[in-house]
């Protein structure tokens, strides 16, 4: 069941993998109207989750599913959701090295429309894909 994010959850979140926001960061997120934080809950424990600012279009901030919750259709379903509910296209960046997360969302229909150069440390660059 998707659900909007609460404060209750900012310390679960910031365990992820890489996660690179503070708790202040997600928390001013989560009340601001131009962000949209929703988790995926099965037996009201979280499973994924998605972070986005919503302008003309809605930027993925971060997604991210719970190693063992992987593989069950959490994330696809938070943007699917996010897509029908907003209505506007969805523009993501992915490490160009990040080759499951390149597939995933290119599986969705995600198109490839830029290419940033050295973006991530390390000189990786940035594929910028959006969902129309």
């Not at 290119?106 to 910028?128: E, Q, S, T």
Request: hydrophobic residues 40%; positive net charge; contains cysteine.
């Amino acid at each position: 069941m998707i659900k909007k994010l609460t404060e209750q959850q900012i310390p679960i979140i910031m365990n992820s993998e890489h996660f690179p926001y503070s708790f202040e960061q997600v928390k001013k997120m989560m009340i601001n109207c131009n962000y949209v934080c929703w988790g995926w809950f099965e037996n009201e424990q979280l499973t994924a989750y998605i972070l986005s600012n919503i302008s003309d279009k809605v930027d993925i901030i971060w997604i991210y599913t719970f190693n063992e919750h992987r593989h069950h259709g959490y994330a696809t379903t938070l943007i699917q959701q996010i897509h029908s509910e907003i209505k506007r296209e969805l523009v993501i960046e992915v490490k160009e090295n990040n080759i499951p997360a390149i597939n995933f969302y290119k599986h969705l229909g995600f198109k490839l429309i830029n290419l940033r150069k050295h973006y991530y440390p390390n000189k990786i660059n940035a594929l910028v894909m959006q969902l129309k």
